[in-house]
């Protein structure tokens, strides 16, 4: 199964040797990027250990960088990645590595493949009502019909990806979090899009990113 794996982390020591250890477990040759936004606990030490045994996993460190953002963070794994598929997910074990697998089926007839959560139950109230308000607004932008346009879970085609990144990467709101927004919105009207079900987990270590700015940029990945 030729696909690589976009892992966006900040400060996932608790939960990225545990993601990469299942998804080579389940997946052995897939390959996997490992994009780190200056983290300040073990979480690229884990990684690079883990990458002098394995070369199929890499570290991307962003450390450095001025603009940091989960968006920016994906287009700068996305230069990386070598396979014909990609397959972005978040880094907190919130989604399952065991669908990755699905994604990539459904690519041989789609051009992307949105995760659509299921249950929310870990969530609170008030994020639950948040993500509602997001993915509304988020269709109204889009003008489709998607369950989860703001989801963090999707694959694609690398090919395309990259494509609609340099034809449109004034609209990507790079210090934002909302990548495949920004993707959707920029995808040709005729490009087949999948969505497939799955459980979204309960965050086993870690605290959730999502704050004023991140709100923020979401808004303007509205407006954009």
């Not at 920029?186 to 704050?211: T, V």
């Amino acid at each position: 199964m030729k696909a690589t794996v976009i892992l966006p982390t900040l400060n996932e020591e608790g939960n990225i040797l545990i993601l990469i250890t299942t998804i080579k477990k389940i997946y052995p040759d897939m390959e996997i990027v490992v994009v780190d936004d200056g983290s300040r606990d073990n979480t690229q030490m884990i990684v690079r250990k883990i990458s002098h045994k394995d070369r199929s996993v890499r570290l991307l460190d962003r450390s450095n960088k001025k603009v940091k953002g989960l968006t920016a963070s994906v287009l700068d794994a996305l230069n990386y990645v070598k396979t014909e598929f990609v397959v972005v997910m978040d880094s907190d074990l919130q989604h399952p590595p065991e669908s990755i697998g699905e994604f990539v089926k459904g690519l041989k007839h789609s051009d992307i493949v949105i995760g659509t959560r299921k249950k929310t139950r870990f969530s609170s109230f008030f994020r639950i009502i948040q993500s509602i308000t997001a993915g509304w607004l988020a269709r109204i932008k889009l003008r489709r019909m998607i369950k989860d346009p703001v989801s963090g879970f999707f694959g694609t085609r690398t090919s395309l990806f990259r494509a609609v990144v340099n034809k449109n990467k004034e609209r990507f709101v790079l210090r934002g979090f909302k990548v495949l927004l920004d993707l959707l919105k920029c995808l040709p009207r005729n490009a087949k899009i999948a969505e497939i079900h799955y459980d979204f987990r309960e965050r086993k270590a870690g605290e959730s990113k999502i704050g004023k700015k991140q709100i923020f940029s979401f808004i303007k990945s509205l407006l954009t």
